[in-house]
């Protein structure tokens, strides 16, 4: 099977480089163009030499010009930029014919308002917002495989969705009583000078941030909603602690009155049993990011806590996987008809 | 002023060392008995090369005795011993006329039913559970003031209780909505060869545990219970992340219909705008561990989740000062009549 | 082409581990035995739930017993087992036609004299000496082809012995004047219950060890001795960091009399330009430990240092990667005439 | 006795922020003034809300102007400046009648043509270098106690100059053999906004940097040249660790031909066993920063490598403390005729 000419549009940050690590040595991938502005005409292995004497390494940086990424004959994008930036690059190279991913919250959110709240400017293309596909492979794996433009979750918003969805679908837990701490490594703070990220001021220390109204909440509430098939609204917490990748988050709801706690284990099961990149740890598993880094995974145990009615649920992955790179390389998978775990299946 | 001599039993784990370090600067006091089974014998400045050349260091640690311990003169000890030890030799140093600190879970129950339920076997002196005092400075200085025997709090109950006890005195908060998440640095789970608790497991690693019934439950319990003048019954999550010391909490409730958040604010100020070691960030203010590490400060920072009616408190403490150590001598200065500060002005 | 059957013995240790992450993914293998007494009978995913959901992952572990092992297909096996219990096993398997990687120090020395004095005991299998092959690819690529037998290299000396060996065998520099200082992650202590290897104790902590006769001196001095055709003896001082894998080397040695230093990179580009797993980064480059984890690279640079006369080398390489595990699979790879690369292209 | 009134000039960066952390709480001494171009007129606590509610923290920094700061009363500054800017402003605090204690470089050599070298631009202040007092207290006491300006030592050279000088000066060492291998934590490259510096960049990291010619050794060599009593030019190589705070240094060099290693303890006894923060850990020990983070002393052990002829020497020190700011305490201690010890002495 021929390769797939890919392109990976800002490149250069965190996100970007964990795009780079997986799809230079994709199986079914040939990596044709990765952008940056301010590496652009460096090989990728001066700017990261992780990646030297890899095959594709010496591929140099280019401008994110659309002409230029299409004249590669780049089937697929990625995108790494920021929001506001994603949407117009997007827009450009769905005109040109390519199957785009996008990284950023551009397309993640369904109503073109609620994006102005969260983001604090407009919407920077409205018109496709009904054409994006929210990337949750183990939501809407079907939409995914007939999509152009995907819009990749966050990283927040999938270890807190993912846990919570099954359980909302069935009923068993009250929405208004939902609570979700997470916890998350640096790299999801971005690749940026700024004093606050420095080593000194990271290590050893742990911080709540980003309280109470933090910009992914907008699509952990969408999608929530959707599962419960009413509005729901959570409160947020998220924290920085001193580790590079990883998110663990812990949830907690109150069970419905009279609901068995025996069917939050089920309704997992049911959802998650056959999907190659979630992991139940079962009742009474704890979830532990040194499990999930540099991987796709995403792993979710659960705990009911009988003296006050709740459930606890916590799970595990990398910020930059499952959390983004790896996961949007799954929608790739499914957009093109790999099998999902095509360039995935490491440990 | 003479200095009040002063004995630590069991000197040699992490929580021993905080009260070495104190204790041997601390201007008021001599330390004239270091207890340790397994080190007996050898100088402090042995086991702890930390604390070379500085006075005392040269102390030779000796065997948990009493009578050992009474014939330095010691007018005062700290207990840094499993709980079920500390209570048996607590007893013999009261019957010799020595103040007790201890900062073992043994008497910080005021009901041994309770203690046997949490900790897994009977209460080894109930008959002292009377007269030992909570040792929470903030919260009931004049009992401690008149106290032989200290029950100094556990790590996660003072980050807990402190941020919460003023909210339930003054009725701003359904109890019944309480859920708290706690981030532990390692040094909490104790100097014990035990390979999960190796540098390689915990490095890059964040996970839950002891869900969803830890065993300082309940004195969090107890305490909050006699603050809202009603049972409460909440969820406690704790973590640990890959620092050496320090403890984050947050904590989420529902404001009682009708209450005002700012209210909120306002009965923290009016408990702690006086307390030494309370420091409060005010609305908006994230504790960070990094700011209390290595003190006897604890931080506490709120915010108001308007979209869903609850509080959120964030407060930092180092586990090991106002956790455990620091909080210990802040209750000596008090016992003894010297300011609350003494020996612990630092940063 | 058929998956090779191979066997892992101890891979419950860190090394095994690393072998496990490499072996349930090499593409050319069929891992059908994992040996550990200890947790023999339970599936490889529920000792390192990191393996969960990849193929092969429920395969449970074995007692190391020769004939079950041989019972399985196995045509290889790696060893992980301390020095000592390996020889024992590496017979009996070399009895029943497997070909043998080992990775403990029980055949990687000529001279069981030496053997015997740095490691303190007989050797336990004098008589394979002759045959084992010293398994560092980019030395001895033929021998390896050939082999039964690999004493797969320390991870310290893989990291000196590599840079040294072009300029020592190009006569360039001074073999009485070579220092070498490596730095390594935690890991390379082992995965055991020791108080001095816990998080709280190795965080925030560097200390120099094991100084000044390592037991890898023995290897060291070995491969440096046969490089420059004289007896070699260098001093090394081994160091703990707070990092959980890697080591970084730094080598100083006098260029001789009258030796141009552009010689030593000369030397290099010679030795290793089409080596696939060793990466130069020529004059004033230092080698970076986060550009190697978790791959077989190993990086070199160096400086000249014209002040002194000396040459500076610093290398970097993951102690359990290049240092251990994938450096077994590159021999391997060699001996089943798999391209080096098979398995170990990632970043 | 009455409070020395002092002032620290360039107080935001971690130097000036340790030197805040030690002076708020000197018995002996009044903070009176703390400048910061852009703090200033915010208090100390706003800005490092870890000295919140110690006395003192609510003063507001104030600009570098040197008289607003002799208006202060100020008999002390300590200047925590970039090299070239220190000059011009001690220039300035001198002729308004206060004691110096410079920590930067700029008045570390007494050969303007070498700062030149060095630094690469001309001296700032040549007038005053004949003056300036090289601040190592455990060398030159007696010229410290009459000093008006002192410059206080960098990190590195004093992690490298007090294990060597005794051997220097008893002829112990040859001076053409010496190496040092430096390993700092990432708080010695500053407090700026710097990718390199990022969290994720250093976390689980080693790199050497800095070679062949790093700044230090200007002053690194001409105090060894005083010691040895001819020119010393050695190899020095700094490494970039992922902790805090802490420098751990190794350092190599050949013994005289006749010289009985255990001269090297009778040496180092003899200089430093009186001293009050210089800790001998004798032969076989090895220095371990974790002891010395956070106080003024140097952990020095040291080996003797026989078969080689080497002698190992191992030191360990806060790179901001006995590296930084607490050394320059100790210095003002003694200018004022306080004892050395004053306000240093914790652990």
Redesign the interface.
Known sequence: MERIKTAIVGASG?TGQEL??LL??HPQVELVAATSRQEAGKPLSAVF???????GAELPFIEPDPDAIAATGAQAAFLALPHGVAAEIATALLERGLKVIDLSADFRLSDAAIYEEFYGHAHPAPALLDEAVYGLPEVREDAIKAARLIASPGCYPTSIILPLVPLLKAGLIDP??I?A?S?S???GAG?????S?????????????G???HRHLSEIEQELSLAAGEKV???F?P?L??????I?T?I?AKLRGGVDAAKVGEALEAAYSEA??V?L?GKGG??????????N?I?IGW??????G?V?L?S?EDNLGKGAGSQAVQSFNIIFGLPQTAGL???
């Open positions: 965190y780079l690590r230079l040595v030499p992780r990646f030297r004497k890899l095959p208004e009583t609570v701490n916890l490594g640096v790299s690749r940026k000078a700024d004093i990220l420095l080593f000194v001021e990271c290590n050893e220390s742990v911080r709540a941030y309280i109470p109204k609204t959570i409160t917490i924290h602690i001193p580790v590079n990748a990883g663990a812990t907690t190659p990149f992991r740890l704890c979830a532990d990011t040194k499990n999930v880094t540099r991987t995974f792993d705990h009911h806590d009988s003296r006050t709740r606890i916590t595990a299946q490491t440990a």
